[in-house]
């Protein structure tokens, strides 16, 4: 009975992920990746004065013509928004739109993390949105150094 307890934790930690879906409705996300984050760590540690590459695989299940990206910092419940260098999905960051449901997609960009920032622990909310709602919404924990 033990082996088999220990069997069933083992198994559920080595399918352990570091982000959290926050309402994916019109896409199911199979793979997010941040740089220098392992998928069994349990926050993301994004290093000041450099930049982070995010990459999310997913699969819309609506067509989407036009997307955009929208990024929040998280603390203490109030979402505070992070500027990104181009907040248009469809440009430079792997997407070709419009997007064919049911066809993979593949996500990628950097987010820069500026020196001002303050050195604190934030849940990262990452967005890709269109007209009809959220494609992807992910929750990262991360910890800003």
């Not at 004065?49 to 419940?77: L, R």
């Not at 993979?104 to 269109?130: C, F, G, I, M, R």
Request: hydrophobic residues 40%; proline residues 7%.
């Amino acid at each position: 009975m033990l082996f088999a307890a220990s069997l069933v934790v083992l198994l559920a930690s080595a399918q352990a992920k570091f982000y959290t879906d926050c309402g994916s409705t019109l896409a199911s996300v199979a793979k997010v990746g941040v740089s220098g984050c392992e998928d069994s760590a349990k926050e993301c540690v994004l290093k000041r004065n450099t930049n982070a590459t995010i990459t999310i695989d997913f699969t819309p299940t609506v067509a989407a013509k036009e997307i955009t990206t929208e990024v929040h910092g998280v603390i203490m419940n109030l979402p505070v928004p992070f500027p990104l260098p181009q907040p248009d999905a469809c440009k430079g960051s792997g997407l070709t739109c419009p997007l064919k449901a049911g066809a993979q997609a593949n996500y990628v960009t950097s987010l820069p993390v500026l020196k001002s920032y303050p050195k604190v622990k934030v849940d990262v909310k990452w967005e890709l949105k269109t007209d009809s709602g959220d494609l992807v919404c992910i929750m990262i924990p991360a910890k800003i150094n």
